[in-house]
């Protein structure tokens, strides 16, 4: 912590979603000597009385915690936001045909945008989250930066969902837990009695929830069915019932399994995986095999750039990236940066890549930034 964190009369302003990374990340800075306030963000209304999204429960969980910790709870409502800036776009990209990550704009919109004002404007001079990452001030060039560093505990690091974040955002933003193992904080909360120590961590679309996907996307895109070809052949293989619910390396769901492939004896059995979607046509493509070449790229178009620093990260420099969140650091290299895109080389093929995701690029435990997969 930098001296300019002092815990003293500092006032932090903790997001808290009733689960146990929240609340021990308010635990652990009112330890410290910090003056907190947890808030809860409702930011979800559409269906909030059914068995997907746990609000009610969520705020008494955190009302609870609040109880226990001592210090004052605030709830705010920001679904309008939400519904505006996040799930206005998570509807676009699936209509385009792209799979896009609401998490991820979540974050930098709600998360470190509205709750963030929010929080200053109640007087706080930073805020908090339960994220696993961390942050770090230090001096390029004689002047203060902050960085966006991975958590400590690489099986949990969320850094890949914080690519967005700026520099104003992380000069006013605190991570906790971002020094900690997952078993450290359910230990934690265990010892200070939180009765959330052992609850499951939630899943699912952002402040949604887990629920039945295509019913749920059903509700607010209309599906048109059109046919699944065999991307070598052409060959009609199926009937997809809309492109909106398939995504470059599917394989369940295609109901084509049973079909056999223009290949030898030993492969005609092999599965289907997506691997392009004609949008215009309404034409889903598949081929046989895990590791067929049209799922492999080596390279990638980034759009839509988001750099930690404010600046363009080196071109032709050894880097890292994620092409998807589940995947390990890939060497890579930035070929060029023009006009607000990425060319981005991997060492080695990387497996379907998907349009709408996004890659976030790394040196070392630095996340720089990155954009989306065009």
Not at 207 to 213: K, S, V
């Amino acid at each position: 912590m930098s001296s300019s964190q002092d815990p003293q009369g500092m006032k932090v302003v903790v997001g808290m979603s009733g689960g146990v990374d929240s609340s021990v990340a308010a635990l652990l800075l009112k330890r410290q000597g910090f003056q907190v306030t947890g808030l809860f963000m409702k930011n979800w209304e559409d269906d909030d009385d059914d068995a997907y999204c746990s609000t009610r429960q969520d705020l008494v969980d955190v009302a609870s915690v609040c109880d226990v910790i001592g210090i004052d709870l605030e709830v705010v409502n920001f679904s309008s936001e939400y519904k505006d800036k996040v799930f206005a776009d998570f509807l676009h990209e699936y209509e385009a045909g792209r799979t896009p990550n609401p998490d991820i704009l979540c974050n930098s919109e709600i998360k470190f945008r509205c709750f963030l004002d929010h929080a200053l404007n109640l007087g706080a001079d930073r805020i908090a989250t339960g994220h696993y990452a961390r942050v770090r001030e230090w001096c390029n060039d004689g002047r203060s930066e902050y960085q966006l560093l991975k958590a400590e505990d690489g099986t949990k690091d969320q850094s890949y969902f914080l690519y967005r974040l700026n520099q104003a955002q992380l000069a006013k933003t605190l991570f906790p837990l971002g020094g900690l193992y997952k078993r450290e904080v359910r230990r934690i909360a265990a010892d200070a009695g939180l009765h959330v120590a052992a609850k499951k961590d939630s899943t699912g679309i952002c402040f949604i929830g887990e629920r039945p996907f295509r019913s749920f996307l059903m509700r607010y895109l209309p599906s048109r069915s059109g046919e699944i070809r065999a991307l070598d052949d052409n060959r009609l293989l199926g009937e997809h019932d809309g492109l909106m619910y398939h995504t470059i390396g599917q394989r369940k769901g295609l109901h084509i399994g049973g079909i056999k492939g223009n290949q030898d004896e030993a492969g005609e059995h092999e599965a289907w995986y997506v691997a392009a979607k004609s949008i215009g046509d309404n034409v889903l493509y598949a081929v046989q095999g895990h590791d067929h070449p049209a799922l492999l790229r080596d390279r990638l178009t980034a759009t839509g750039l988001s750099w930690i620093s404010g600046r363009d990260p080196h071109t032709h420099w050894v880097y890292t990236a994620k092409p998807r969140y589940r995947t390990p650091d890939m060497p890579c290299e930035i070929d060029a940066i023009v006009a607000g895109r990425a060319e981005i080389a991997f060492a080695e093929p990387q497996w379907a890549l998907t349009p709408g995701q996004s890659v976030v690029v790394y040196e070392s435990t630095v996340c720089l930034g990155g954009g989306i997969i065009a």
